[in-house]
T-cell receptor, first 114, second 113 residues
Framework: AQTVTQSQPEMSVQEAETVTLSCTYDTSENNYYLFWYKQPPSRQMILVIRQEAYKQQNATENRFSVNFQKAAKSFSLKISDSQLGDTAMYFCAFMKGYGNKLVFGAGTILRVKS | KAGVTQTPRYLIKTRGQQVTLSCSPISGHRSVSWYQQTPGQGLQFLFEYFSETQRNKGNFPGRFSGRQFSNSRSEMNVSTLELGDSALYLC????????????FGPGTRLTVL
């Protein structure tokens, strides 16, 4: 069975600064996908970024980028130029290839301060 | 395109009752998955439906069931409610391909008294 670990329950960052959220996972699969979702106070789960395990290039989406280290089974999220609207719970999630369920970590609460 | 919609948004029930939650996927999406979110257990997969068939099921008791209609809308039902069933129930849809990303609805907050 796959497991996802987020070791930082809470983090805070000043507006305009950069912050990195950590995620490690455990799997014996070679084909899989990794995701970061954010859940703001509205509780709507929003996709932030997705990474295919077979791709060596790290995914980026505007101010969001990942550092995917397949051998180390690490998948961190970097948020640049943090904005107040980035305040949310961030979940790291795993899905195996040809799979249909997401396995989530416990989440990291990120607070952006002005 | 409109996003995933879930109804109702909030629900209060008492122990022993049953409840039905509804999810309408993004237009064109054929797969619907359900997740339960609680403070203690986090986010847990309930089941996934594709083309009216259950493709996968999580580790939940038989009181939790679901179905999908020909228009891809899905319902989940919980019978004989227990206090521990209080949770945010999230529905996610995707195209149906194995590589497709899941997009979530706003959730239904169920409170069991």
């Amino acid at each position: 069975a796959q497991t996802v670990t987020q070791s930082q329950p809470e983090m805070s960052v000043q507006e305009a600064e950069t912050v990195t959220l950590s995620c490690t996972y455990d799997t014996s699969e070679n084909n899989y996908y990794l995701f970061w979702y954010k859940q703001p106070p509205s509780r709507q789960m929003i996709l932030v970024i997705r990474q295919e395990a077979y791709k060596q290039q790290n995914a980026t989406e505007n101010r969001f980028s990942v550092n995917f280290q397949k051998a180390a089974k690490s998948f961190s999220l970097k948020i640049s130029d943090s904005q107040l609207g980035d305040t949310a719970m961030y979940f790291c999630a795993f899905m195996k290839g040809y799979g249909n369920k997401l396995v989530f970590g416990a989440g990291t609460i990120l607070r952006v301060k002005s | 395109k409109a996003g995933v919609t879930q109804t109702p948004r909030y629900l209060i029930k008492t122990r022993g009752q049953q409840v039905t939650l509804s999810c309408s996927p993004i237009s064109g999406h054929r797969s619907v998955s359900w997740y339960q979110q609680t403070p203690g257990q986090g986010l847990q997969f309930l089941f996934e439906y594709f083309s009216e068939t259950q493709r996968n099921k999580g580790n939940f008791p038989g009181r939790f069931s679901g179905r999908q209609f020909s228009n891809s809308r899905s319902e989940m039902n919980v019978s004989t409610l227990e206090l521990g069933d209080s949770a945010l129930y999230l529905c996610a849809s995707r195209g149906g391909g194995w590589t497709d990303t899941q997009y979530f609805g706003p959730g239904t907050r169920l409170t069991v008294l």
